[in-house]
């Protein structure tokens, strides 16, 4: 599963932040792309979150195709960006 959250606090930047649980590079990319195109399709700051999601996702493609990356922030689920998921508004899947 591929989530997307975009930092819009008080102080958020509207940065997005990216979580995935893919065990593989074939199902990211299946996911990410699923992902990518849906919201696409149903937000209109898509200039804006393309310049933040795609190099995101490629540090998610990177880290789990097993190289290194000091974007990516490893726990249960794959984190890429600055912001804490906790402190920004869901955007994708709505």
Known sequence: MIKFYKNTGRSGNGEFVIQT???????????????????????EDLEFAMDSLIPSGFALAFKIAGYK??????????????????ACDLVYPT
Request: hydrophobic fraction near 35%.
């Open 21 to 43: 649980d893919a065990k593989n590079i074939d199902e990211f990319q299946s996911e990410f792309s699923s992902a990518i195109a849906k919201y696409a399709q149903e937000n």
């Open 69 to 86: 990356t000091d974007l990516v922030h490893e726990s249960r689920v794959l984190t890429v960006g600055y912001s804490d998921p906790a």
